[in-house]
């Protein structure tokens, strides 16, 4: 079964641009969360979806913005970017939303520098 | 609210000796523990989970965890420590209705 897939693996933009990244979920998922990684932050919450529903929200301003299509992929976007938005974001399927026994799989990330 | 501490920025080890990564925990009700790894430019990969039970879980790669609850610990071990596990790693939690918290990660370097 193939894994949890995020396009694109890199990213260079400039600040004031916006960025939309995609995540695929492993085939029969249908919760995805995404998560921001820094140096200095760590791992840090965004949003969960499941069926195409947002389930639950990080301390993100709302430049952060997800969706998730009826085909359990989901795509967060980023808009009027700013320096500190340059990190690793992940994306993590499992099964459900609803139980908290699921484990959370993880894509590769999409690495995003801004300039 | 959850939270999990991951005392140690930094563990060395050498090639061939037993290594523990410590982790421990706070959350109202049940906690669910995983121990995620994550190499250079790469995502997280599940290493192991608690749910409830055996209190020593068994995961990936000969990795295994103690769950302690009078401690609210979950550290994980390895008998044996292979270069191969350097690496960057992740204990969560997750309880009640919220989200997996994480924690800031502890590097393991395995010396030759």
């Known amino acids: 079964k193939a894994g949890v897939t995020q396009t694109p693996r890199y990213l260079i933009k400039t600040r004031g641009q916006q960025v939309t990244l995609s995540c695929s979920p492993i085939?029969?998922?249908?919760?995805v969360s995404w998560y921001q990684q820094t140096p200095g932050q760590g791992l840090q919450f965004l949003f969960e979806y499941f069926s195409e529903t947002q389930r639950n929200k990080g301390n993100f301003p709302g430049r952060f913005s997800g969706r998730q299509f009826s085909n359990s992929r989901s795509e967060m976007n980023v808009s009027t970017l700013e320096l500190g938005d340059s990190a690793l974001y992940l994306c993590?399927?499992?099964?459900?939303?609803?139980?908290?026994?699921?484990?959370?799989?993880f894509g590769p990330g999409t690495r995003l520098t801004v300039l | 609210a959850q939270s999990v501490a991951q005392p140690e920025d930094q563990v060395n080890v050498a090639e061939g000796n037993p290594l523990t990564v410590k982790c421990t925990y706070s959350?109202?009700?049940?906690?669910?523990l995983f121990w995620y790894v994550q190499y250079p430019n790469r995502g997280l990969q599940f290493l192991l989970k608690y749910i409830t039970g055996d209190n020593l879980v068994k995961g990936s790669y000969g990795f295994e965890a103690e769950f302690n609850k009078s401690q609210t610990s979950f550290h994980l071990k390895k008998p044996s420590a292979l270069v191969s596990d350097s690496a960057l790693y992740f204990c969560a939690v997750k309880g009640g209705n919220e989200k997996l918290t994480f924690g800031t990660g502890t590097r393991l370097t395995i010396i030759p």
């Open positions: 993590a399927s499992s099964l459900t939303a609803t139980h908290r026994t699921d484990t959370q799989y």
């Open positions: 085939s029969g998922h249908r919760s």
């Open positions: 959350v109202s009700g049940n906690p669910y």
